[in-house]
T-cell receptor
């Protein structure tokens, strides 16, 4: 099953550290999304790529969050420096260019 | 802007009882939105539960149903008899029109089914 692969599944970081989350989208999907999931805010869009071009980066997250997509099969989300309030589940999703999203299992980040 | 409002927090239901999770939406699009329910089971990724793109129609999956009501702008999720395995977080979502790329999610409802 060639779904969306996210690594690592879990990450623990100390405040101030830099962490990099990774995502491999479904082969052939043109769109890739990074979301942050928390109980309070639900799902918040961090970044959106279409054909490797950054189309949208959630304004509130520009400061310390940077997503990149160097090729069509791999994307990273860097958080630098991390803060305790960044503790959340980070989800990557891809789609063929419509609303048929495929989500990864997510990376659970804990910043202490 | 576009938004989705759903039953917030945790909902606790005993096994074999009925369930309803409320969802209403708002959109500035002149087109009718596509509506979705996503589910995240413990330890798994977010996955599509059901999708309805035509107003007035009903979607169903795994015993769950939701009817797209454009008059009340609602898309409530219902199940006649829940099982313990239904315990999960449920998200109502919309896409403003068929050509839009961005899915707008509600904040999620955590369903806890008691055995």
């Amino acid at each position: 099953d060639a779904g969306v692969t996210q690594t690592p599944r879990h990450e623990v970081a100390e405040k101030g550290q830099t962490i990099i989350l990774k995502c491999e989208p479904v082969s052939g999907h043109n769109d890739l999304f990074w979301y942050r999931q928390t109980k309070i805010q639900g799902l918040e869009l961090l970044s959106y790529f279409r054909s490797k071009s950054l189309m949208e980066d959630g304004g509130a997250f520009k400061d310390r969050f940077k997503a990149e997509m160097l090729n069509s099969s791999f994307s990273t989300l860097k958080i630098q420096p991390t803060e305790p309030k960044d503790s959340a589940v980070y989800l990557c999703a891809s789609s063929p260019g419509n609303s048929d999203y495929t989500f990864g299992s997510g990376t659970r980040l804990l910043v202490i | 802007g576009d938004s989705v409002t759903q039953t917030e927090g945790q909902v606790t239901v005993s096994e074999s009882k009925s369930l309803i999770i409320n969802c209403t939406y708002s959109t500035t699009s002149i087109a009718y939105p596509n509506l979705f329910w996503y589910v995240r089971y413990p330890g798994e990724g977010l996955q599509l539960l059901l999708k309805v793109i035509t107003a007035g129609q009903k979607g169903s999956s795994r015993g769950f149903e939701a009817t797209y009501n454009k008059e009340t702008t609602s898309f409530h999720l219902q199940k006649a008899s829940v099982q313990e395995s239904d315990s999960a977080v449920y998200y109502c979502a919309l896409v403003p029109d068929t050509n839009a790329y961005k899915v707008i999610f509600g904040k999620g409802t955590h369903l806890h089914v008691l055995p």
